[in-house]
């Protein structure tokens, strides 16, 4: 579907040459003089390099169609990692290279959103917050307070984690996906 340069926005997935970008940023700018253009800055789907492009605003660009829509997480292995739908069963498998930083928050049975274009997957998004076990820490000592320092820790799903000194091995926290910052102890 061919849409104006000026149309575009953060996340839309365009067509260029008969290869997919993911929109990073719009800038419309408008000189004082000539024409008003638009710059996208974008990341090949394909490889992860960025590119930089300049359209006039009024100049036609492919938009891709891509689908949105919930999966669960089944299990990894050497083929990639296996998503189901949850409405007809159908089953997909996503490259690493697509889940990228994404994986240690993955588990099993957890709900995902899924792009996918033609019905090969192409990005995922995570729920904001995922709750995790912690495996390994050092041991609280005496006389720190909970409010002035964090120590390292490691989940059961390999991600490093800052926590408050309270907590110990075995114990359940929530962590934001976004940064993996520590955001409170489970309420399970």
């Known amino acids: 579907m061919k849409v104006a340069a000026s149309s575009l926005r953060k996340g839309n997935v365009v067509d260029v ?29 394909s490889d992860g390099v960025k590119v930089s492009e300049r359209y006039r605003t009024t100049e036609q660009v492919e938009r891709a169609f891509v689908e949105e829509r919930e999966h669960t997480f089944l299990y990894q292995d050497g083929e990639g990692y296996h998503f189901m739908n949850p409405e007809n069963f159908d089953q997909l498998v996503a490259p690493e290279d ?68 309270y907590i110990t091995v075995g114990t359940r926290i929530v962590v934001l996906t976004e940064d993996g910052t520590y955001v409170e102890r489970a309420k399970d």
């Open 98 to 165: 697509v889940i990228g930083d994404a994986k240690v928050y993955l588990q099993d049975g957890m709900a995902v959103q899924l792009s996918t274009h033609e019905g090969v997957p192409i990005a995922i998004s995570l729920p904001s917050r995922v709750t995790v076990e912690i495996t390994e820490t050092e041991p609280a000592m005496k006389g720190q307070t909970a409010s002035s320092s964090y120590k390292p820790a490691m989940t059961d799903a390999g991600l490093r984690v800052m926590i408050p000194p």
């Open 17 to 45: 040459d008969g290869k997919l970008y993911v929109v990073l940023t719009v800038e419309n700018i408008h000189p004082g003089k000539g024409t008003p253009v638009t710059q996208l800055n974008m990341r090949r789907i």
